[in-house]
Each structure stands twice: as C-alpha cells, then as structure tokens.
C-alpha cells in the first residue's frame, strides 16, 4: 500500500508555496499536479522537479464533478497498487478544493494513508487586499453554487473560480435575483500576481470584463445593516 500527501501551490507567486509543500515536492517518489495551468508551475520547471498532471482528464470528462471524481479514483487506485504519490492542487487544498474532499472519503473507505497539508489560498490575500476581518462573517461559494442561493445571505460573499463569459453571466444572473441589477460588488483576477486587477463594478457588468479566467474571482460585500431579503 503506497501514500498519498496533498499540497498546495499557493495563489499566484512561488513564493507563498509553503516550505513545508516545497519540500516535499523535492522528495517526492512521484509529484502530480491536478493541473499545470497555475502561475506557480513555472517556478517548479524552472527549480528542474519532475512532474505529470491530470490536464488530459479535463478533455474527456463532461462536467467537472465527473472530472474530480475520476482524478481521485486514479489517485487511489495508484496508492493502492503501491506508489506514495505527492499530489499538488492550486491554492490551499482546504479551500474549494472537491478532489481532495473526494479523496478523503475514497481514502477512507480504501484504507489508503492520506495525509493533507495546510497551504496558502487566494482568500489570506484577499483578506489582505481588501481590508477584510473573516471573523466579522464571510461565505465562500464556488460559481457554480451560486444558483443555489434563495436568499441573501448576512455575510460577504466571495465567489470563486468564475471560469469563463459564461460561468460569470450565470453567477450574475443569480446575483442580480438577490442584490439587484446596480449592486457594487469587486471584480478581482490574478490575485498575487504582478498583473493583478481589483476593481469596483455594478453587479450587471460582471460578464462584460476582459480578464475572465480561472484566475477570476467577486467578492459582494454584506447588505448595509445585515438585511437578508428572500
């Protein structure tokens, strides 16, 4: 029975990997990366660490819940065959990261070892950028569950992983139910990087932006006076 160690490559630049993950992505018998379209990888070929990804998987998979599915069960199936595998993830593997909850309960139920280290998310360096307290209440959505909400919410919301034109029309569909047409709400992308953008726009102009990608993010500030409405 081999291992699984989960990492995370931080939100933009090398230098918020943790020294922890670093280590061991040096080490590693066998490094996978969910996938190499993230900023840091540069620093990884560059630092000469061998890797694969699971890049080939987002072409053959319909939706992203199939996709994370077959990642994991490839993961699992890998370690049970005897490979102690590193496997690197953007961001923090704690935050809106579904391979790694599918891993925990495949791992579970396999009795594969998984051990999953803290790292670095976007949302330390939104906190950051914007001055936010987290204890005063944040919710953090994927874009996709934004549809789900029937009220508004009494906290900030920050939505992540507004993938394209079309992710971002439907979060603003959604939104707009909620908070109305005008709402001011903070269009951030590539966040830690140096071509980073943090700006204020009316709600009805999210899908208008030129930067949409993977690396695109909103954050909606709480109701003035905690007013949810349904």
């Known amino acids: 029975m081999g291992t699984i160690e989960v990492i995370g490559l931080g939100p933009g630049r090398a230098g918020l990997i943790t020294r922890e993950a670093w280590a061991l992505m040096e080490g590693a018998q066998t490094l996978v990366l969910r996938t190499a379209i993230h900023p840091t990888v540069a620093a990884l070929r560059a630092a000469g ?29 890998r ?36 051990t999953v280290y803290p790292g670095m998310s976007f949302v330390e360096v939104l906190y950051t950028r914007l001055g936010i307290d987290p204890v005063a209440g944040l919710t953090i959505l994927d874009a996709e569950d934004v549809a789900k909400l029937t009220v508004r919410p009494f906290t900030s919301l920050v939505i992540t992983q507004v993938y394209d034109a079309f992710t971002a029309s439907d979060c603003k569909l959604a939104l707009m139910e909620l908070y109305g047409d005008e709402a001011e709400v903070t269009f951030i992308h590539d966040l830690a990087l140096p071509d980073e953008t943090i700006r204020q726009i009316p709600l009805y102009a999210l899908d208008r932006q030129p930067e949409i990608d993977h690396l ?14 349904s």
Not at 219 to 228: K, L, R, S, W, Y
């Open 49 to 77: 660490l061998a890797f694969s990804t699971y890049d080939g998987f987002y072409e053959q998979a319909p939706d992203f819940e199939t996709l994370y599915g077959a990642i994991a069960d490839d993961l699992i199936a």
């Open 79 to 114: 370690a049970a065959s005897g490979e102690n595998i590193v496997y690197a993830v953007p961001g923090s593997p704690l935050v809106a990261e579904r391979t790694v909850v599918l891993l925990r309960e495949r791992a579970a139920a396999r009795g594969v070892p998984l």
């Open 216 to 229: 695109t993010s909103l954050f909606v500030p709480a109701p003035a006076g905690n007013d949810a409405v």
